[in-house]
């Protein structure tokens, strides 16, 4: 892929999620490893108090694999992702069917709330999403993703953090700065896919003029941020 050219990171919005689609039913072998326990453990229960009486949406969502602690004291939940591949395996998981729905939607198109009416969502998630967001389209996700939430809305993003012998090394950057990473599937493929590791000045710079209470809590193999929409 030539680093310079704009079609390459168009290219990279299609074979992202059809690396995540084929990754489906082995996805969550990635939390299976024992060392990332802590952290795992630390996230759910700091999931689940993040969004005790809030009406979620979600992007992203991906097989679900937080979501019985997220959503379990949420008032409602909408959650989505692109792939239904990976929309299958979050039904099956024990939700409150009563609270919690999943539909297809493009993170970069979200359609949940028509322009200028009411939202009804106090409440952003999305979990691990964000580091494959090119950094030449952060401020735009943001931006819409924002525009689907309530004034004040509490927004949550959280994402892993890169550990040098842990992580899978970063291979290439392309010319705007976004890193790649190879990765395998069962199956033998051998997939590029972008992932980035923004910092908290990155995000701070980011969220000038549109957010306060903005908490950066750095784990050892995740991070999470958190703040207030203004
Ligand atoms: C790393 S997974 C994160 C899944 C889940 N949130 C988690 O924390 O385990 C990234 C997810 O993004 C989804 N995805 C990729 N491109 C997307 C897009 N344009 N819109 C919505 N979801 C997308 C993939 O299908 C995949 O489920």
Same mark, same amino acid.
């Given at each position: ?19 995540y689609a084929q990754?489906a039913q ?31 949406? =979600?992007?992203? #969502?991906?097989?679900?694999?937080? +979501? ?11 959650? /989505? &992702?692109?792939n239904p591949e990976v929309l299958a395996i ?73 550990? =040098?012998?842990? #992580?899978?090394?970063?291979?290439? +950057? ?11 599937? /069962? &199956? ?43």
């Amino acid at each position: 892929m030539a680093t310079s050219d704009p079609s390459a990171l168009r290219s990279q919005a299609e074979l992202m999620p059809r690396y995540y689609a084929q990754r489906a039913q082995e996805y969550e072998r990635v939390f299976d490893k024992p060392h990332r326990q802590p952290d795992i453990a630390t996230l759910k229960t700091w999931l689940r108090q993040q969004f005790a009486g809030r009406s979620v949406l =979600e992007v992203a #969502s991906g097989t679900g694999f937080w +979501l019985p602690e997220a959503t379990a004291e949420a008032r409602a939940w909408q959650g /989505s &992702d692109l792939n239904p591949e990976v929309l299958a395996i979050a039904r099956s998981k024990p939700l409150d069917v009563a609270k919690v729905q999943f539909r297809e939607a493009d993170a970069y198109a979200l359609d949940f709330v028509a322009p200028g009416a009411a939202s009804p969502y106090d409440a952003g998630f999305a979990g691990l999403w964000f580091s494959h967001v090119p950094r030449s389209r952060r401020a735009e996700w943001l931006s819409q993703f924002h525009a689907q939430l309530q004034r004040g809305a509490h927004v949550v993003l959280m994402d892993n953090a890169y550990v =040098e012998g842990d #992580s899978t090394p970063i291979s290439r +950057l392309d010319a705007e700065g976004n890193g790649y990473q190879l990765r395998s599937l /069962s &199956d033998g493929s051998r997939h590029e896919v972008m992932k980035n590791f923004p910092t908290e000045a990155e995000f701070r710079t980011l969220l000038a003029g549109r957010a306060h209470e903005i908490r950066w809590q750095p784990l050892r193999y995740f991070w999470t941020l958190s703040y207030t929409l203004d």
